[in-house]
C-alpha cells in the first residue's frame, strides 16, 4: 500500500525528488504516459507512411476509412488483424514462433526508457526529470538493449520451418550483425567528445558547445546509415525482399503476430529517431538560447522542450520514410560490401583521428569552445568530401547508379569486375 502521507508533503519545486514513494509513483505515471504515446505513435505512422508515400507518388491516400483523411485507417487495420484467424505451420516450434514477434518489439520499447525527452517539471513534490529511467550506464544500456532485436527475427525465420523464412532470417542476422558494429563505433566519438555515458550529460555538452551533428559529422552520417540497415528499412530491406523471398522471415505469420513485425519496424524507427535526435541535435535543447537549460525550470520551459524533441524526432522519422519511397534496393553484395569495406573502417578510422585530434587540441591550450568546435567542423567536411568522392565514384561500393555518363560507369563496373577475379584468384 502507497503512504499517502508522502504524497500531501509540500517541498521546494527545483529541489529532486527524495522521497522513495513520491520516485515509485511519478515512475509509474511516467512509464503509462511514455508506452501510451509509443504505441499511438506507431499507429499512427502507419497512416502517415501511406499519407506521405501517396504525397510522392501524386495520388491519394487512405481515404474510404474516417473520411476523406482516412484518419481511422489505423484502427481499421487494427480491428482486422484481431479478427483473422492465428495460422502455424505444423512443425514450427511453438513457443519460439510465439515469443520471437514479442522479441522484435520490446526492446525498441526499452531504449525510450533512458532517452530523456524535456527539461525537468517543477511539482509540488519536487523537480521531476523528464525520463523513466536517468541511468548513469544510459549509453551503455542502449546499445546492449538494442542488440537484442535481431534474435526475434533469426528465431521467427528459424521457427518457422521454412526455406523462405530462414533464408530471410539468415540475411537479417548477416545484416543487422554487419550494420550493428558500425553504429557502436559511430557512438564512441559521442563519449570522446562528452566524457560521459550519461544521455542527460551528452545533451548538456552539446548545449554548451555546439551539436553533434556539426562537430562529429561523419559519426552522424555513419550512425544514420547503420541505423537505416538496423531497422530494415529501404535501402537495406533485404530480410523481407517481398519480389524475393515472399515478405522473408515472417512468410508463415498472420494476424496480430504478423501486425507485431510492422509495429516493431514503426517503433524501431521511432527509436532510431529519438535517439539521432538525443546524440546529434541536442536532444531536447532548443537552439540558439540557452534559457531553457539554466534554473529556475518551469512548465513553460518543459512544454518547449518537449515540442522541441518531438519536432527532432519527427523530422527524421520523417526522413526515413522519404528515403523509402525515393531509392531503390541494394543487392546483398553493394550492402555487404558497404557495410564492412565502407562503414567498419570509416568508423574505426574516425575515433582514431578524433582522439588524435582531441589530444593534439588538449596539448596546444584549446579548450572546448567556439575554436575547438570549428576545428572539430572543418576536419569533419574534409573527411566526408574525401570519402562521398571515393564511394561515389564507385571505387568501393559495385556501381549500379550514378550521375556519370554512361561510358564512365561502364568503365567503373568493368574494374570492378577485374577486382572480384583478382580476390578470387587470390583467395
Not at 504515446?37 to 501511406?50: D, G, P
Not at 514477434?101 to 533512458?114: E, G, I, Q, R
Not at 529511467?133 to 528459424?158: H, K, Q, R, T
Request: proline residues 5%; aromatic residues 12%; glycine residues 8%.
Amino acid at each position: 500500500m502507497i503512504p499517502v502521507h508522502a504524497l500531501l508533503q509540500v517541498v521546494d519545486r527545483q529541489a529532486p525528488i527524495t522521497g522513495y514513494t513520491t520516485y515509485i509513483v511519478f515512475s509509474i505515471i511516467k512509464l503509462i504516459i511514455v508506452f501510451t504515446i509509443y504505441m499511438l505513435s506507431a499507429a499512427l505512422l502507419t497512416l502517415a507512411e501511406r499519407k506521405i508515400s501517396a504525397w510522392i507518388q501524386g495520388r491519394h491516400g487512405p481515404n474510404r476509412v474516417g473520411g476523406r483523411g482516412g484518419w481511422l485507417q489505423p484502427a481499421a487495420d487494427g480491428v482486422k488483424n484481431f479478427m483473422k484467424e492465428e495460422t502455424e505451420p505444423g512443425n514450427a516450434s511453438h513457443p519460439l514462433f510465439s515469443i520471437a514477434p514479442a522479441l522484435s518489439f520490446v526492446p525498441a520499447m526499452l531504449v525510450w526508457c533512458v532517452i530523456p525527452f524535456g527539461s525537468p517539471l517543477p511539482t509540488p513534490w519536487g523537480r521531476v526529470d523528464l525520463v523513466v529511467a536517468d541511468l548513469p550506464v544510459g549509453f551503455l544500456f542502449i546499445l546492449a538493449i538494442a542488440s537484442l532485436g535481431v534474435y526475434g527475427i533469426v528465431l521467427a525465420g528459424w521457427a518457422s520451418n521454412n526455406k523462405y523464412s530462414f533464408l530471410g532470417g539468415l540475411r537479417s542476422s548477416a545484416q543487422m550483425v554487419s550494420y550493428e558494429v558500425a553504429l557502436g563505433m559511430s557512438t564512441i566519438p559521442i563519449i570522446l567528445l562528452a566524457g560521459n555515458v550519461t544521455m542527460s550529460e551528452i545533451i548538456r555538452q552539446q548545449a554548451h558547445s555546439m551539436w553533434n551533428v556539426l562537430n562529429l559529422t561523419t559519426a552522424f552520417v555513419v550512425f544514420f546509415v547503420a541505423a537505416l540497415a538496423e531497422n530494415n528499412r529501404v535501402p537495406f530491406d533485404l530480410p523481407e525482399a517481398e519480389s524475393e523471398l515472399i515478405a522473408g522471415y515472417h512468410t508463415e505469420y498472420s494476424a496480430m503476430k504478423f501486425s507485431l513485425f510492422f509495429i516493431a519496424e514503426y517503433a524501431n524507427m521511432v527509436t532510431a529517431g529519438a535517439l539521432m535526435a538525443t546524440l546529434f541535435l541536442g536532444g531536447w535543447d532548443i537552439p540558439f538560447t540557452g534559457w531553457d537549460n539554466a534554473a529556475p525550470f518551469t512548465v513553460l520551459k518543459t512544454i518547449l522542450t518537449l515540442g522541441c524533441f518531438l519536432t527532432k524526432t519527427g523530422f527524421f522519422v520523417f526522413v526515413f520514410i522519404w528515403i523509402r519511397w525515393t531509392l531503390p534496393r541494394f543487392r546483398y553484395d553493394q550492402l555487404m560490401s558497404l557495410g564492412w569495406r565502407v562503414m567498419l573502417p570509416v568508423a574505426l578510422g574516425y575515433i582514431a583521428l578524433l582522439a588524435t585530434t582531441l589530444l593534439v587540441l588538449q596539448a596546444i591550450g584549446i579548450n572546448p569552445g567556439p575554436v575547438h568546435s570549428f576545428i572539430l567542423l572543418m576536419e569533419n567536411i574534409c573527411i566526408l568530401l574525401v570519402l562521398f568522392v571515393m564511394v561515389d565514384e564507385g571505387r568501393i561500393v559495385s556501381p549500379a547508379y550514378g550521375r556519370a555518363q554512361q561510358a564512365r560507369i561502364v568503365r567503373l563496373r568493368a574494374r570492378s569486375a577485374r577486382r572480384a577475379v583478382t580476390e578470387g584468384a587470390g583467395k
